[in-house]
Protein backbone atom coordinates (compact mmCIF):
# COMPACT_ATOMS: atom_id res chain seq x y z
CA UNK A 1 0.00 0.00 0.00
CA UNK A 2 2.88 2.55 -0.19
CA UNK A 3 2.78 3.38 3.58
CA UNK A 4 5.81 5.33 4.66
CA UNK A 5 6.13 5.15 8.18
CA UNK A 6 8.92 6.90 10.41
CA UNK A 7 10.48 5.31 13.81
CA UNK A 8 12.36 8.35 15.86
CA UNK A 9 15.39 7.08 15.54
CA UNK A 10 16.89 9.02 18.95
CA UNK A 11 16.99 6.26 21.83
CA UNK A 12 15.28 3.29 22.75
CA UNK A 13 14.69 0.15 20.93
CA UNK A 14 13.49 1.79 17.43
CA UNK A 15 14.80 -1.28 14.95
CA UNK A 16 12.51 -3.71 16.53
CA UNK A 17 9.43 -1.06 15.47
CA UNK A 18 11.24 -0.87 12.16
CA UNK A 19 10.90 -4.69 11.58
CA UNK A 20 7.71 -5.05 12.83
CA UNK A 21 6.48 -2.23 10.12
CA UNK A 22 8.75 -3.85 7.03
CA UNK A 23 7.09 -7.14 8.31
CA UNK A 24 3.69 -5.68 7.52
CA UNK A 25 5.00 -4.27 3.88
CA UNK A 26 5.44 -0.53 4.36
CA UNK A 27 7.98 1.15 4.43
CA UNK A 28 10.43 2.16 7.61
CA UNK A 29 12.77 4.72 8.09
CA UNK A 30 14.68 5.88 10.98
CA UNK A 31 14.19 9.63 11.39
CA UNK A 32 17.15 11.15 13.40
CA UNK A 33 16.27 14.82 11.47
CA UNK A 34 12.70 17.02 11.96
CA UNK A 35 12.98 17.26 7.88
CA UNK A 36 12.08 13.42 7.56
CA UNK A 37 8.68 13.99 8.64
CA UNK A 38 7.76 15.69 5.92
CA UNK A 39 5.88 13.21 3.99
CA UNK A 40 5.42 10.57 6.18
CA UNK A 41 1.66 8.95 6.98
CA UNK A 42 2.49 7.99 10.36
CA UNK A 43 5.47 8.06 12.97
CA UNK A 44 5.69 5.48 15.90
CA UNK A 45 7.61 6.66 19.27
CA UNK A 46 9.62 4.08 20.74
CA UNK A 47 10.45 2.43 24.46
CA UNK A 48 12.92 3.54 25.77
CA UNK A 49 13.81 6.15 28.76
CA UNK A 50 11.00 9.26 28.61
CA UNK A 51 13.57 11.84 30.09
CA UNK A 52 16.19 10.91 27.70
CA UNK A 53 14.29 10.82 24.69
CA UNK A 54 12.13 14.01 25.46
CA UNK A 55 15.45 15.84 26.27
CA UNK A 56 17.08 14.74 22.71
CA UNK A 57 13.82 16.09 21.06
CA UNK A 58 13.49 19.47 22.42
CA UNK A 59 17.14 19.68 21.60
CA UNK A 60 16.38 18.72 18.18
CA UNK A 61 13.36 21.09 17.70
CA UNK A 62 11.13 17.83 17.20
CA UNK A 63 9.06 18.72 20.35
CA UNK A 64 7.46 21.82 17.66
CA UNK A 65 8.02 19.72 14.48
CA UNK A 66 5.89 16.33 15.23
CA UNK A 67 2.87 18.26 16.71
CA UNK A 68 3.01 20.34 13.44
CA UNK A 69 3.05 17.26 11.17
CA UNK A 70 0.29 15.68 13.20
CA UNK A 71 -1.94 18.45 12.59
CA UNK A 72 -1.06 17.80 8.71
CA UNK A 73 -2.37 14.65 9.14
CA UNK A 74 0.37 12.36 10.30
CA UNK A 75 -0.55 9.31 12.87
CA UNK A 76 1.46 8.96 15.80
CA UNK A 77 2.00 6.33 17.81
CA UNK A 78 3.77 5.80 21.38
CA UNK A 79 4.65 2.80 22.89
CA UNK A 80 5.58 2.73 26.38
CA UNK A 81 8.39 5.85 26.61
CA UNK A 82 6.23 6.71 23.51
CA UNK A 83 3.00 6.80 25.01
CA UNK A 84 4.50 8.67 27.92
CA UNK A 85 5.38 11.82 25.59
CA UNK A 86 2.44 11.47 24.30
CA UNK A 87 0.36 12.43 27.40
CA UNK A 88 -0.69 15.81 28.21
CA UNK A 89 0.04 15.16 31.86
CA UNK A 90 2.74 12.91 33.18
CA UNK A 91 2.14 12.28 36.96
CA UNK A 92 4.60 13.78 39.26
CA UNK A 93 6.86 14.94 36.44
CA UNK A 94 7.96 18.55 34.50
CA UNK A 95 9.84 16.39 32.00
CA UNK A 96 9.51 17.54 28.27
CA UNK A 97 6.81 16.31 26.36
CA UNK A 98 4.82 16.69 23.14
CA UNK A 99 1.66 16.75 25.38
CA UNK A 100 -0.78 15.73 22.21
CA UNK A 101 -3.31 13.50 23.82
CA UNK A 102 -5.38 13.94 26.34
CA UNK A 103 -4.50 11.75 29.24
CA UNK A 104 -2.87 11.43 32.50
CA UNK A 105 -0.22 8.95 32.46
CA UNK A 106 1.93 7.15 35.43
CA UNK A 107 5.48 6.40 35.13
CA UNK A 108 7.39 3.44 36.57
CA UNK A 109 3.29 2.39 37.61
CA UNK A 110 3.87 -1.31 38.64
CA UNK A 111 6.97 -0.78 40.92
CA UNK A 112 10.26 -2.37 41.48
CA UNK A 113 8.61 -6.54 42.02
CA UNK A 114 7.46 -6.27 38.50
CA UNK A 115 9.68 -4.30 36.49
CA UNK A 116 9.04 -6.46 33.76
CA UNK A 117 5.76 -9.05 32.80
CA UNK A 118 4.16 -10.58 30.22
CA UNK A 119 0.29 -11.11 30.00
CA UNK A 120 -2.43 -11.91 27.18
CA UNK A 121 -4.32 -9.02 26.71
CA UNK A 122 -7.86 -8.74 25.87
CA UNK A 123 -7.64 -5.87 22.65
CA UNK A 124 -11.44 -5.62 21.27
CA UNK A 125 -10.09 -3.74 18.29
CA UNK A 126 -7.73 -6.34 16.93
CA UNK A 127 -9.67 -9.52 17.90
CA UNK A 128 -8.79 -12.79 18.95
CA UNK A 129 -6.97 -14.36 20.29
CA UNK A 130 -5.57 -12.32 23.04
CA UNK A 131 -2.29 -10.35 22.60
CA UNK A 132 0.89 -11.44 24.00
CA UNK A 133 1.87 -7.85 26.10
CA UNK A 134 5.44 -7.24 27.34
CA UNK A 135 5.35 -4.33 30.11
CA UNK A 136 8.86 -3.01 30.75
CA UNK A 137 9.25 -0.62 33.91
CA UNK A 138 5.88 0.23 32.12
CA UNK A 139 3.61 3.44 32.81
CA UNK A 140 -0.33 3.00 32.98
CA UNK A 141 -3.02 5.90 31.80
CA UNK A 142 -4.31 6.78 35.41
CA UNK A 143 -7.39 8.97 33.61
CA UNK A 144 -8.67 10.04 29.59
CA UNK A 145 -10.30 13.04 29.03
CA UNK A 146 -11.40 14.74 25.84
CA UNK A 147 -12.01 12.48 22.68
CA UNK A 148 -9.03 9.74 24.40
CA UNK A 149 -10.77 6.24 24.62
CA UNK A 150 -9.49 3.32 26.01
CA UNK A 151 -8.31 0.32 23.86
CA UNK A 152 -7.32 -2.04 26.67
CA UNK A 153 -7.17 -2.60 30.23
CA UNK A 154 -5.01 -4.66 32.85
CA UNK A 155 -5.93 -4.94 36.21
CA UNK A 156 -7.96 -1.90 36.39
CA UNK A 157 -5.91 0.27 34.72
CA UNK A 158 -6.08 1.38 30.68
CA UNK A 159 -2.65 0.62 29.09
CA UNK A 160 -3.84 1.11 25.74
CA UNK A 161 -5.38 4.00 24.15
CA UNK A 162 -6.80 6.14 21.27
CA UNK A 163 -7.67 9.83 20.24
CA UNK A 164 -7.94 10.42 16.78
CA UNK A 165 -5.13 9.44 15.00
CA UNK A 166 -2.60 9.23 18.12
CA UNK A 167 -2.62 5.45 19.59
CA UNK A 168 -0.84 4.84 22.76
CA UNK A 169 0.48 1.05 24.60
CA UNK A 170 1.86 1.37 27.95
CA UNK A 171 3.59 -2.43 26.63
CA UNK A 172 5.66 -3.57 24.00
CA UNK A 173 4.11 -4.70 20.79
CA UNK A 174 7.74 -4.66 18.97
CA UNK A 175 8.76 -7.34 20.98
CA UNK A 176 6.77 -10.50 20.07
CA UNK A 177 6.38 -12.00 16.40
CA UNK A 178 2.42 -10.69 17.06
CA UNK A 179 2.01 -7.91 13.92
CA UNK A 180 -1.31 -7.19 14.99
CA UNK A 181 -1.18 -3.45 16.97
CA UNK A 182 1.39 -2.44 14.18
CA UNK A 183 -0.96 -3.19 11.66
CA UNK A 184 -3.65 -1.58 13.53
CA UNK A 185 -1.61 1.76 13.32
CA UNK A 186 -1.01 1.05 10.00
CA UNK A 187 -4.58 1.48 9.05
CA UNK A 188 -4.93 4.53 10.83
CA UNK A 189 -2.28 5.93 8.90
CA UNK A 190 -3.25 5.26 5.95
CA UNK A 191 -7.12 6.48 7.01
CA UNK A 192 -6.08 10.21 5.99
CA UNK A 193 -9.12 11.72 7.98
CA UNK A 194 -10.95 8.92 9.02
N1 LIG B 1 10.25 3.68 32.53
C1 LIG B 1 10.55 4.31 31.28
C2 LIG B 1 10.23 5.79 31.34
O1 LIG B 1 9.64 6.25 32.25
C3 LIG B 1 9.79 3.68 30.15
C4 LIG B 1 10.23 2.25 29.96
C5 LIG B 1 10.07 1.73 28.57
O2 LIG B 1 9.89 2.47 27.61
N2 LIG B 1 10.19 0.44 28.45
O3 LIG B 1 10.57 6.51 30.43
Redesign the pocket.
Given at each position: MGLKIGVLALQ?DFREHAWAVEKLGAQAIQVRRPAQLEDLDGLIIP?????TIGKLMAQYGFIEAIPAQYKRGMAIYGT??GA?LLAKDIKESDQPRLGLMDMSIR??AYGRQRESFEVTLDIPAIGEPGFPAVF????YIEELYGTARPLATYRGHVVMAQQDRLLASSFHPELTEDTRVHAYFLALAASRGG
Open positions: GGGESTCAIRNIRAP
